[in-house]
């Protein structure tokens, strides 16, 4: 159980590096200041050995879980849903404290995100110590959470192969039940106006590949690439779920299908929309994005309407 307790410790702990940066100050001139740095605990190539080795932690622990009985496994199943949530709630704190573009971040912004409730967090300085937060801690911290997320759902899946299945602890009926899991479907006319909408975020080649997934929910063969926030393209889909436009799923299933179908570009580097991302978003109650791309209006009939939010809409065509 040794390789099991030194991930589920690594995966939840933060390892914050005090450094040096030289910021603007005024229109000419330049100071230096001290910041937090995570970027050792990220997926970035200089970063790579943190993801080998919680990679090789993750695959360890997996070997410790086979020779537990099934209320041992059980317990285990109960600590990494723990840490599930956990995660869960760090992405709606994360939502709920974003800033406008350009905005200063305050040196209580990661005990705003609850970071050092959450997890175990070290180096982390009192707040008289006037550390400064900088976009690039706020987007590395939030590529090390994705980076734990996949880790702690890869050893989850392991998991649940261990468990016996239902039809294992229950006697067998003589009609079996039928599995049934959703995929999201759009109202008549709903799935063409989102693509008018959408598709200057995405690239022409992209472009081709997205209408025949909304209209018919045709596999793609890449994520395909929204050029744009990520919670912009999560809020397009919950406005359309909650109106009533898109149906045949839960928003579980729905968080699932973007996940799979859907990444997005930021700072020129493809970023992969987690479901525990996506959760905090769609199913929680996380503010709603600042920046929407499309608005759904109910209408003096009682239906409801798509409509672009024209000073958000862009477009990626030309490259």
């Known amino acids: 159980m040794k390789h099991l307790k030194k991930f589920l410790t690594r995966l939840q702990t933060f390892e914050l590096r005090l450094v040096q940066r030289h910021v603007p ?3 000419l001139g330049h100071r230096e200041v001290t910041v937090y740095d995570l970027r050792h605990a990220t997926h970035y190539d200089e970063a790579a050995a943190f993801e080998s080795q919680l990679r090789l932690l993750s695959q ?20 990494l849903t723990g840490i599930e949530k956990r995660f869960r709630a760090f992405w709606v704190n994360f939502h709920n404290n974003a800033l406008d573009l350009g905005a200063p971040y305050p040196t209580a912004y990661l005990h705003q995100l609850q970071l050092p409730n959450l997890f175990l ?24 959470v994705k980076l734990r997320e996949a880790m702690l759902a890869s050893l989850l899946l392991h998991l649940q192969t261990l468990l016996p299945t239902p039809e294992q602890q229950e006697p ?20 063409e106006r989102l693509f008018d909408i959408l598709k200057g975020y995405f690239s022409p080649e992209d472009q ?10 045709k596999g793609v063969t890449s994520p395909l690439l929204f050029h744009g926030n990520g919670n912009q393209l999560a ?21 699932t299908w973007i996940s799979r179908y859907f990444a997005y570009v930021y700072r020129r580097q493809q970023r992969t929309l987690p479901q525990g991302y996506l959760a905090a978003l769609i ?30 809409q862009k477009n990626y065509t030309i490259p």
Request: with cysteine; glycine share 6%.
């Open 172 to 191: 067998v009926s003589d009609v079996p039940p039928k599995p049934v899991s959703g995929t999201p479907r759009f109202v008549d006319g709903v799935a």
């Open 25 to 27: 100050v005024g229109p």
């Open 60 to 79: 360890m622990a997996a070997l410790d879980l086979l020779p537990l009985h099934h209320p041992q496994l059980q317990l285990v199943l109960h600590q």
């Open 121 to 144: 967090v070290h180096n982390l300085q009192p707040l008289d110590a006037g550390i400064a937060i900088r976009e690039e801690l706020v987007d590395d911290l939030a590529e090390s």
């Open 283 to 312: 199913s929680s109650n996380a503010k709603p994005c600042q920046s929407p791309i499309l608005d759904v209006r109910k209408q003096a009939d009682g239906t409801y309407a798509v409509f672009p939010v024209l000073r958000t």
């Open 208 to 217: 081709q590949q997205l209408l025949p997934l909304l209209l018919e929910n």
């Open 235 to 255: 809020d397009a889909f919950k406005q359309l779920y909650e109106s009533n436009l898109l149906v045949g799923c839960l928003k579980g299933e729905l968080e």
